[in-house]
């Protein structure tokens, strides 16, 4: 398995402004990920988190509203820019470890004010 | 675009079997995954099954997968309070690494 945290674990802010959520693996994984939860959802996938390069966003999701950073192999940053409360949701970074297994942070509850 | 779908609730009684169900459309599916999701917490990898198989049986949890028909069940035997919480299917894409989920399905084991 992998471990995998994130912080913060939740976050009570205010529209308009920005909140970036941390995500740290205990080794090298090539594929991260950014998942949302919207209150009593399944979850969607915003974006890859590429080591490198740029990530690979999802339909409706833009790079000017979330901009994710990938600087090394263990870590990954998504920033939630210009909030509003529609952006109240579970935010979900997960890790494809081997060619068949995908492990998931424990999750940042975010509400916006 | 791949579709995947649950029932949105179970209610078992403690010591029953519970079987929680899901279709999915993307036939090119590698993986097919079962994760468990408590109040307030993440998401736990229960089992997953490749493609190829139709049974993969791990302590009280049995995955059957009908290819054909494209559907996909987890089988809980001897249920407990501890396994209440909320269960989602999903699927990979074809390079094997989006997820996609379904809705959920709520199990709720009665005392």
Redesign the interface.
Known sequence: ?AVISQKPSRDICQRGTSLTIQCQVDSQVT?M?WYRQQPG?????IA?ANQGSEATY?SGFVIDKFPISRPNLTFSTLTVSNMSPEDSSIY?C?V?RD?????????T?LTVL | GEDVEQSLFLSVREGDSSVINCTYTDSSSTYLYWYKQEPGAGLQLLTYIFSNMDMKQDQRLTVLLNKKDKHLSLRIADTQTGDSAIYFCAETDNAGNMLTFGGGTRLMVKP
């Open positions: 398995s594929m990920f959802q399944s979850l969607t996938l890859t999802e979900l997960s494809r060619a068949d297994t995908q492990y998931f942070g424990p999750g509850r």
